[in-house]
């Protein structure tokens, strides 16, 4: 037994040390959040639950001797979706361009210019069918076959930079989900100082073709999205817009032909940020292969204050309302919700 637990040490000192010899770099971070939301549905019974947002992700990075650095990362997220090990990886050059290669990501997506909302946890859950998306980048649709080229800062002019991707499939027909075959994508994000305020303005544009069953939709998934930034000492005031269509569903896919409007505030002073968003989404939804013609609506209001307790730990309080409407119907299940909880970050 002794003999073993000595030949067993040393086959571990063995492999430790060759590991740390040839390893690459690894870094971890992650987050623990929890809290508690208390949800009041339009047209039912107010309930309350504990919330958990838990992430912990590795890192991986290793440059070589010319100076190319090669990194991937993989996460385990929170109790719903276990893990994530989609990354591909991305080769950073000398020049300060990038190449991300399988599962690559959307040129146009990447640009999406970000619009302050709650920081919050809370979320309001509406019909199912409804289809009004309220993010800036709901039709970039992609293919793990797929590489996204990001250029070096001042690209063709300064304070430009910009993304460029594609993405393809095995040409198998889809059975009976719809199939995203292919994507192209540019994106755009431009970065100037006037006089005391920093002004970003992002932009991109997408489209991308699939099938079902054979089956084409009317408006194959893509469109475009424009928004602006603008930062003035701790104050940053944001607007977006973004037009385009997408395939929503599975077993019930529909074509969706929607837009959304979004507008934040984010003021910070000392150790306390305030949050103030709005979005408005709308779209026109249709069985597949048909153009849908009544509008389904989605009207978000959030506002949070958060507060630095610690290095690392915030406290929050969110409030969130939803007015949605399906097929032009008032949707009961929409509402307002809060959150109270604190976020822990390493």
Known sequence: MKKELLMGTALVSTLGAASVAEAVTAT????????????????????????NDNNFTVSLSETTDGGMTISSSFKVMDENTKEDYDAGF???????????VIAAGNAAGSHAVSVPGSAGAEGVTITTANTAPTGLDFMTATTALGVEYHT???????????????????????????????????????VTDLGDTAVTIGAGLS???????????????????????????DLTVA?????????????????VDAEVVKAGVKYVTGDL?????????????????????????????????????????TAILGYTDVDSANEGANDTTDGSAWYIGANMAF
Do not use: C, W
């Open 28 to 51: 971890m971070s992650g987050n623990h959040q929890t809290g508690i939301e208390f949800d009041s549905p339009t047209g039912g019974t107010d309930t309350n639950a504990q919330i």
């Open 90 to 100: 991305t080769l950073a050059f000398t020049d300060g361009s990038k190449l991300d």
């Open 152 to 190: 070096a800062a001042d690209f063709l002019a300064d304070g430009l930079k910009m993304s460029f991707s594609a993405s393809t499939d095995n040409g198998a027909t889809a059975a009976t989900t719809y199939k995203t075959d292919s994507h192209v994508a540019i994106g755009a994000t431009y």
């Open 207 to 233: 489209q991308s073709d699939g099938s079902r069953d054979g089956t084409m939709p009317t408006n194959d998934p893509g469109g475009a999205h424009v928004g602006i930034s603008a930062v003035t000492g």
């Open 239 to 255: 607007v977006g817009f973004a037009d385009g269509d997408k395939v929503a569903g599975d077993s019930t896919t529909v074509e």
């Open 273 to 313: 940020t305030f949050n103030i968003g709005l979005a408005s989404g709308s779209a026109n939804d249709g069985t597949f292969g048909t153009a849908g013609t009544t509008e389904d609506s989605q009207d978000v209001t959030s506002a949070s204050v958060s507060y630095a307790v610690a290095a690392g730990v």
